[in-house]
């Protein structure tokens, strides 16, 4: 039974970690303080699509409503150069329907991960088998932060074969392929922007993983081995 136990904890431990990744992501995307001004500064975004860092970081808000699902549809006007006109066109519509889906269902995956987790512990904790699951928890941890390591090098030695691997996967479409002289979505995004992002979210998943880590150390020193 103590493999049982152990297995649990374990599972316990790789659902932490898809909430922590998810929180991340969300931080970065919807809270971090000033990022999109700063990325979009960063990488000139104003100068090459001719338009007011204002009325760029409006479209940036009402695009996120969207990807929450605080907004209905993406038919957002602003100046682009001396002629107001609308952002997206029918095809970055389309992908960002895509994208909206998988924001809105990492949500709901989360939900479910925090029910396990909480399921999890409770029957542990009442079979008193805390020793087991904090174990089991840090090794889920080593477990997804070794698979994420891997992802990592992967990305770092060819970022754009992986990076394109990446929407081959997640979409079963073609219409996250954007033209650059047609289509405004991805020069606001470049592949610059998605590296910051990718660091910025790793830094926060990884300081979350180790702050998880470090508390169950702690707490297993408080249990008894014979647990």
Known sequence: M??????MGFLAGLALMIILLIS????????MNGYYE????????????????????????EMMDYLKGDREDLEIYTKI?????????AKEKKHMQDVQKLFLDAQKIRFWSVLLVILISGCLLYLKKGRCLLKGIQWGILGFMT????????????????????HLLLF???????????????????????????FWIAGLFIAGALLIWILT????????TGE
């Open 147 to 166: 698979l994420i390591g891997v992802l990592a090098g992967l990305m770092a030695y060819n970022f754009n074969r992986y990076f394109t691997l990446f």
């Open 81 to 89: 150069g001396n002629t107001e006109r609308e952002f997206f066109n």
């Open 2 to 7: 103590t493999a049982l136990y152990k297995g």
């Open 172 to 198: 079963n479409n073609d219409d996250w392929i954007l033209n650059p002289d047609t289509d405004l979505l991805i020069n606001i995004v470049p592949e610059g922007f998605f590296r910051d992002t990718a």
């Open 24 to 31: 991340s992501t969300e931080f970065v995307a919807y809270y």
């Open 38 to 61: 700063k990325e979009y500064a960063k990488y000139q975004v104003t100068e090459a699509i001719s338009i007011e860092m204002e009325d760029l970081l409006t479209v940036t808000d």
């Open 217 to 224: 150390w702690f707490l297993l020193k408080g249990i008894k």
